[in-house]
């Protein structure tokens, strides 16, 4: 078939193929185009067709016959530039998508209206069919306003993260990207059956089969791995896969949490439950399907409750009660869970592996295989998104790894979008009851949380337990428990514990305040005893917002706007031994690290302090990450990255400049201790946890359609206190990612499951809804940069403070606006219009 | 490339492909269909001297939303389609494979299930958890229509083009079959649709309740054409999707708005029909909130 692609005529051989996306990546190797949904949703596979954007994955190959085809690769347009200067990206994996749809819109645009700014929601309508996992929302709005007034039509991109062209023009190779000589296709057989006992795994005479169950035999969920098997292309493994028989004696499934629902693990199957917890889950007691993780000082425990009760009793007006609920909210990163495996000549395992702790991957593969360290190479140059899901030895590396074995060659595993959002990570669902006491003084008295984590088959919830680290020293009892069914199980993401903790904790504080009359964030002020916070309660209350915002419950029209303010808490980590090497080479310092990109800009921050330090122009820096054989460096995990390799970066650098820029020179960095060093007294899976909290307020305007029940959020501040801020661009854009998954966990996400077979059946983009550029609000985001001086280079990181707390400033500003209060996440139209009409 | 005839892809005896935005998302990976694609029968809009128009099957979304003469004389028609999908979807899909679509419930969609829409005998999603059924009762099948252009066609009292068949009112080619979601048979060919000569002074809206700002599905959508003479209403079509397995004319509400009643008592008058599951109760609240928000769009102005 012949089609012009990037003014370059050419023929292709379809046959193999579905579809046109294919062709492009699997026959020209043009991977900018990403299949990342399979259904025309996410738009990460948009390209030019005669000029007009189209999403690649809906179109058979023949309907690029003769046409003319451009993609991300052969697009030379000043909205790329704009996308660069203005930060519009981070893991940049539906990046090039964007990019071809926003350069026909600005031709378009500029052709019809002059040199000037779209309204945005002009240019939201035009985006529509795209989104981004990362929520680099804000970014993108400017690139496009910018290159509609004509800013960028020559010169070049300043600005902007280090990668920011290459991910732009679609040349960043991702693991899904990979295809090595001779590689197969793995595809993954998973358990139809919520609870069973597998017995015989039949396949097809000749085929070389990986088991994947666990030791027992026993699935607990659908879609759990069963096996897998590869063929040399997608299809050929799919019809393979789907030829395989199991044979399932099935067993009673819980699928809710009642008391008596069917025993998920017995005693001694318990201890194979996995934790969705960062690193490992506190130990507990089991009743039924329902484990009690941890419970928080018995002594003043018994304090808060006895004091809750006789509140209780005497109807005392300071007791605030409420039950709050959370749904299971999914990672969902743009590029898929994706490994490409190859044992090479000298029996190295070389993996390249869409993850985010290249370090800790290689480890687990390393024990598992029983190679030495160094025998493990992982390659993960690009990563598209995590956000917690992509941690360790995943089971797409496992099975790429085992069936490369098995076949003596490369073999690729990518998850289909349907495996991503049934099995490849999930924030747990929860139910939080809250009681708070407050004294006649206004004080805290007590506080009492209970919370049922819900994560399948997994177990860890540690939700209530972190309210300990808030609101002063008043007796509380803080309970966790995991009620366990047979669901996919959940895992880390993005502050876990802290997003539905704080939705519940901080609508209730919200509340305390409301029935004292008392200002929300000057009762929280007296009861923060967290100073960096003080200096944001004092930026969030002289906020013309803030100030002007209406009397709660007071109007009666169709549109009601509120604005709600809330606090968050958490924690400092760090990896104590990371190091930075740099080595000379010629003219350019490479910097090198074990550590890897997923849209945090950590390649930035590193670039951006070698420059400081060794006064040096950008095209004289390398910064070599996402990839085993060097020093060790930090997982992209618990906002740890950029407070520990900062300083070692900045350690080498000095040392460079001390030693000289000769060619050929090498030196290490070193990430030295804190003044008063860690509240760990030695570190734990290489990580400590440093002295102090970081902390958040989010003050949020929304406006409430009581006709429709919907929710829109207009604008958000966002006030952070984590000290120093290494790189502007990417913190801003990542603390504005925060806050639009935020509002995604608030007001649209859901995992929802057939309560009969126990299948998700949001199994993709369009039933599983994350927010698109038109729900994205306008942010202001303010950095509070005191307070860190103790911490080697000043500050701490942002990922998970700057989202945790966006969800309840929602619930408080749909408060403000309509006098009904929001206890169960998301905050659909049906519960509002049920809610404000009651 | 030679384009394969009308009857050459019927005799195939296969699912015909279109734009390919559903059949594609639903099917991967699958070259199982005929794909009409490039059929000259099936394309352009022609315009008889009467004023009206003739869609061609082939037409894509995006062209109707964005024709100039269209939206002058079927404001209804472009609006909604202005307003369905996203760009790239628009660009793609086309009038008649958005009028023979399959529906989006979760349930069909997946694999895992079987259901009355692919040769089961049960719904699935009664004894399960469904978010956006039907809400006025229309057979066993919970699933509602997905065809936002089918809605604003029956607002026009449209006709279809059936190739071997000629000319069909749009509403007769869906009916509460559970397990169909248009009244095709197999082999036969949509090849356009006719609208009629357009009325003068009509003003129209289109409105979809979804949750997020943009790119959903519809919870309700409705469409109005009115046209006013003085402060009466002399011409009223009022149609709604996303409630009932086919879309719907509301003849109630135009009765009332012809007669003089306010919107919102008009408005009302669509709740009457519906027998809603609880969890589904809301989307009444939605269907009247709908119909208001298009009539008061129309006489806004």
New interface residues.
């Given amino acids: 078939m012949k089609i012009t692609v990037n003014s370059v005529p050419t023929v292709v051989d379809t046959q193999e193929h579905?579809?046109a996306v294919d062709v492009l990546r699997e026959e020209l190797g043009l991977t900018g185009a990403k299949p990342a949904c399979?259904?025309?949703?996410c738009?990460a596979c948009?390209i030019m067709v005669d000029g007009?954007?189209?999403?690649s994955?809906?179109?058979?190959p023949?309907?690029l016959?003769?046409r003319e085809v451009t993609t991300a690769e052969g697009l030379d347009h000043p909205v790329q530039r704009a996308f660069a200067a203005h930060d519009g990206l981070q893991c940049g994996y539906c990046t090039p998508g964007f990019v071809v749809?926003a350069a026909a819109f600005v031709d378009r645009w500029r052709a019809e209206h002059g040199d000037v700014t779209p309204p945005r929601e002009t240019i939201?309508?035009?985006m529509?069919?795209h989104l981004c996992r990362c929520g680099a929302y804000q970014g993108i709005y400017a690139a496009i306003g910018a290159a509609c007034r004509g800013e960028h039509d020559d010169g070049h991109a300043a600005g902007g993260r280090v990668e920011a062209m290459e991910k732009i023009s679609g040349l960043a190779r991702y693991s899904t990207d990979i295809r090595l000589p001779g590689q197969l296709e793995g595809v993954i057989i998973r358990s139809?059956a919520a609870h069973a006992l597998v017995g015989d795994v039949r396949a097809p005479e000749g085929t070389r089969l990986v088991d994947l169950l666990p030791a027992d035999r026993t699935v607990r969920y659908?879609g759990q791995p069963v096996a897998a098997v590869a063929a040399a292309t997608?299809?050929e493994a799919?019809a393979l896969a789907a030829a395989v028989q199991v044979d399932y004696t099935e067993r009673p499934a819980a699928l809710d949490d009642r008391p008596g629902a069917p025993p998920v693990y017995d005693e001694r199957s318990r201890k194979q439950a996995a934790s969705s917890a960062e690193g490992f889950a506190l130990p507990g007691g089991w009743d039924g399907n329902v484990r009690r993780t941890s419970a928080f000082g018995a002594r003043r425990g018994r304090t808060a409750k006895a004091r809750l009760e006789a509140a209780h009793r005497a109807g005392d007006p300071g007791l605030v009660t409420g039950t709050y609920t959370t749904a299971v909210q999914v990672h969902t990163p743009l590029e898929p869970h994706a490994c490409v495996a190859h044992w090479d000549e000298r029996g190295d395992l070389r993996l390249h592996l869409s993850t985010q702790t290249v370090g800790m991957a290689a480890e687990a593969a390393a024990k598992r295989w029983n190679l030495d360290l160094g025998r493990v190479h992982i390659i993960a140059d690009h990563v598209g998104g995590g956000f917690g899901a992509k941690a360790g030895l995943t089971v797409e590396a496992i099975a790429a790894t085992e069936l490369a074995r098995l076949h003596a060659a490369p073999v690729r595993v990518a998850l289909s979008r349907g495996e991503e959002l049934t099995d490849a990570g999930s924030r747990p669902g929860t139910s939080t009851r809250v009681a708070l006491l407050v004294d006649e003084a206004g004080d805290l008295a007590a506080l009492d949380l209970d919370t049922r984590g819900r994560g399948g088959v997994a177990i860890g919830s540690a939700v209530a337990l972190l309210a300990r680290l808030m609101y002063g020293t008043a007796p509380r009892r803080l309970r966790d428990f995991d009620v366990v069914t047979n669901e996919p199980p959940g895992t880390a993401f993005r502050g876990p514990g802290g997003a539905p903790l704080h939705w519940a904790l901080e609508q209730a504080v919200d509340e305390a305040a409301h029935r004292r009359g008392e200002d929300p964030i000057a009762l929280r002020r007296r009861w923060d005893g967290n100073r960096k916070r003080h200096a944001l309660y004092d930026w969030a209350a002289g906020l013309p917002v803030w100030r002007d915002r209406p009397a709660t419950g007071s109007q009666t029209g169709r549109f009601r706007r509120g604005v709600g303010v809330a606090a968050a808490n958490w924690f400092y980590f760090l990896v104590p031994g990371t190091e930075v090497e740099l080595e000379v080479q010629g003219d350019v310092v490479v910097a090198r690290t074990t550590t890897q990109d997923i849209g945090t800009g950590v390649r930035t921050v590193i670039a951006g302090i070698l420059r400081e330090e060794l006064d040096l122009p950008a095209e004289r820096i390398r910064v070599e990450i996402g990839r085993t054989g060097t020093v060790p460096g930090p997982p992209s995990i618990g906002s740890r990255t950029t407070a520990s390799v900062g300083p070692a970066t900045r350690d080498a650098a000095r040392r460079l400049r001390r030693e000289g820029l000769a060619d050929g020179r090498k030196v290490v960095g070193r990430r030295h201790r804190d003044r008063r060093g860690y509240v760990t007294p030695f570190a734990v899976a290489g990580m400590a946890v440093g002295r102090g909290f970081s902390g958040s307020v989010h003050v949020t305007e929304v406006e409430v359609d009581t006709?429709?029940?919907?929710v829109?959020p207009l604008r958000v501040w966002g006030g952070i206190s984590a000290g120093r801020i290494y790189a502007d661009g990417p913190a801003r854009s990542q603390c504005e990612g925060g806050i639009v998954q935020g509002i995604g966990y608030a007001?649209?996400e859901e995992r929802?499951?057939?309560?009969?077979?126990g299948?998700v059946?949001?199994?993709?983009l369009?039933?599983y809804?994350i927010?698109?550029?038109?729900?994205t609000p306008e942010m202001v985001l303010h950095f509070h940069q005191e307070g860190w001086e103790h911490v080697n280079g000043q500050g701490v990181g942002i990922g998970e403070i700057s989202t945790i707390g966006v969800a309840a400033s929602v619930g408080n500003a749909v408060y403000n606006a309509t006098g009904w209060r929001p206890h169960d996440l998301p905050i659909?139209?049906?519960r509002v219009?049920?809610g404000i009409?009651r | 490339m030679t384009t394969p005839s009308l009857d050459d892809l019927a005799a195939l005896g296969r699912e015909f492909r279109a734009g390919g935005t559903d059949l594609m998302s639903r099917t991967v990976p699958s070259r199982e269909y005929a794909d009409l694609s490039g059929t000259p029968e099936l394309t352009g809009i022609e315009w008889s001297a009467d004023g009206s128009a003739r869609i061609g099957a082939l037409t894509t979304v995006a062209e109707i939303a964005e024709d100039a003469l269209i939206r002058a004389a079927y404001p209804a028609l472009a609006g909604t389609a202005a307003g369905l999908a996203t760009p790239q979807v628009r660009a793609a899909g086309t009038v008649g494979g958005n009028l023979l679509q399959r529906n989006r419930c979760a349930y069909f969609r997946n694999p895992a299930f079987s259901c009355h829409q692919d040769g089961g005998d049960s719904c699935p999603a009664r004894a399960g958890t469904m978010l956006n059924p039907t809400v006025i009762e229309s057979g066993p099948c919970l699933a509602p229509h997905p065809s936002s252009l089918a809605m604003a066609l029956i607002g026009y009292d449209a006709t279809a083009e059936v190739r071997g068949r000629g000319a069909v009112p749009v509403r007769d080619l869906y009916g509460d079959d559970p397990g169909a979601d248009h009244l095709l048979a197999p082999g036969e060919i949509l090849v356009g649709v006719g609208l009629p000569v357009p009325v003068p002074g009509e003003r129209a809206a289109y409105h979809r309740a979804i949750g997020r700002a943009e790119a959903e599905w519809p919870l309700v959508e409705a469409t109005a054409r009115v046209v006013v003479e003085g402060d009466r209403i002399t011409l009223a079509a009022v149609a709604v999707g996303g409630v009932a397995r086919t879309p719907l004319r509301l003849p109630e509400v135009e009765a009332a708005l012809l007669a003089g009643e306010p919107l919102d008592r008009a408005a009302a008058l669509a709740a009457d029909r519906c027998s809603p599951s609880p969890d589904a109760a809301y989307k009444v609240a939605l269907l009247t909130g709908t119909v208001l928000e298009v009539l008061e769009r129309c006489l806004d102005d």
């Fill in positions: 579905d579809a399979r259904t025309g949703v738009g948009t007009t954007p189209k999403v994955c809906l179109l058979p023949e309907a016959e003769e749809e939201a309508a035009a529509a069919g139809a659908a997608r299809r799919l006709r429709f029940g919907t829109r007001l649209y929802r499951i057939d309560p009969v077979t299948v059946l949001t199994a993709n369009e039933d809804r927010p698109g550029i038109g729900d659909r139209p049906d219009l049920e009409h």
